[in-house]
């Protein structure tokens, strides 16, 4: 087991074969684009950003690209019955189908990760407006989840081609901090874990940063295992998550019956401010879990001196944890769709380059609180 202090080695065993200057946009395929794109802003802060649909020549579906610094949110739903986005839905509910990563050559990425294995999304395409062309291109990942290559350095436009500006001058809610993607976690079905670890290594030049076993995530009755995959340059980090035995269902058991298969269990976004950041959200109405109160009796003990002080974070329900570079503050939402499927992250890394799993435990107790209430721990 790696330290954190050790992770600049392993990035260097990272296989430069397919550079990725970082997440690009992040894809949901939603039952209702138009009210999720009012949610998204309304509840977290994202900015109106693009649009396509009929007004733009789209036939069959409806997109709304909603943005908040460098994390963009593109919201789709079909427009009418029996396409592709519209089984996906019907399958898994509203979720996460596209994690889209930004390259230089989205056609040599396509045709390395072909070469070492991958299966195809989406053949090398060019897409072209008056403010220039996009590539992109796309291989199939754990479940019906995909990632898409997009290469524009030959575009200076707004989002994509295809897309027009989405204006709305009435209603702009304001930003609530959130700047980037810091990772992205997939749950995957028992014993398939590794070979999405492998899948990472081998197709993507992964490497596997940080490995948890159900001894270290466990409560008295679930467990599970969880590998945590970084591209060489750490900008891009999937933990993989696999149910391990335990006395009752695991989360990630209730996450692959609901979302009826394997796909992205929660996108992680930072804040330079996690107190600030969680204050506003909660009083939009984003819900999130709670850890009992004594979890702050002893978290000074813990975690040791940090900057904030210890009221806020116990009002509001925030986690801390430590490892040899420093500490993190995070806390989850509940699922924000009807399935108890997808959730949010809000991070805060202060030198910390780990995941928090100081709070596995009591966050976990958390969830199965959650689970015992719909019935399905
Ligand atoms: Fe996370």
């Given at each position: 087991m790696p330290t954190t202090l050790e992770l600049p080695k392993i990035y260097e065993?990272?296989?430069?074969f397919m550079p990725l200057n970082g997440t690009d946009y992040l894809e949901l395929y939603v039952s209702n684009s138009k009210q999720a794109a009012h949610f998204y802003k309304s509840a977290f802060g994202f900015q109106s950003h693009a649009y396509a649909g009929l007004e733009t020549g789209l036939q069959d579906r409806e997109s709304y690209v909603v943005i908040q610094d460098k994390i963009k949110l593109v919201l789709t739903s079909p427009l009418?019955?029996?396409t592709a986005i519209g089984k996906h839905i019907d399958s898994h509910?509203?979720?996460?189908k596209v994690i889209a990563l930004w390259v230089d050559d989205a056609t040599a990425a396509y045709e390395n990760a072909m070469q070492r294995g991958a299966k195809s999304f989406l053949e090398p395409t060019k897409e072209s407006d008056d403010n220039g062309s996009v590539v992109r291109s796309g291989i199939y990942t754990y479940g019906e989840t995909v990632h898409v290559f997009v290469e524009r350095k030959d575009y200076n436009g707004l989002?994509?081609?295809?897309f027009k500006k989405w204006e709305t001058p009435n209603y702009n809610p304001e930003s609530v901090g959130l700047k980037y993607v810091d990772h992205m976690v997939g749950n995957v079905e028992l014993g398939r874990m590794n070979h999405w670890v492998e899948f990472y290594e081998k197709v993507m030049g992964f490497v596997n940063i940080l490995s948890f076993d159900d001894n270290d995530i466990s409560t008295e009755y679930t467990a599970l295992m969880s590998k945590v995959m970084s591209n060489g340059n750490g900008r891009i980090k999937f933990p993989i998550n696999e149910p391990a035995e335990g006395l009752k269902r695991s989360q990630v058991d209730e996450y692959l019956d609901f979302y009826e298969g394997e796909g992205v269990q929660h996108i992680a976004v930072a804040t330079d401010d996690i107190i600030s950041t969680v204050r506003q959200l909660r009083s939009r109405g984003i819900e999130f879990l709670r850890v009992p109160d004594t979890y702050y009796d002893a978290v000074t003990d813990r975690v040791?001196?940090?900057?904030?002080?210890?009221a806020p974070l116990r009002e509001l329900g925030i986690l801390v944890d430590r490892d040899d570079e420093g500490y993190l503050l995070q806390i989850f939402t509940k699922p924000v769709e009807p399935r108890p499927t997808m959730f949010f992250e809000i991070i805060q890394r202060?030198?910390?380059?780990?995941?928090?799993k100081g709070n596995f435990k009591a966050l976990f107790e958390a969830i199965e609180r959650e689970q015992e209430l719909r019935g399905t721990l």
């Open positions: 065993a990272a296989q430069d009418k019955s029996g509910g509203d979720g996460v989002f994509l081609p295809g040791g001196k940090i900057d904030e002080d210890i202060k030198g910390a380059q780990s995941f928090g």
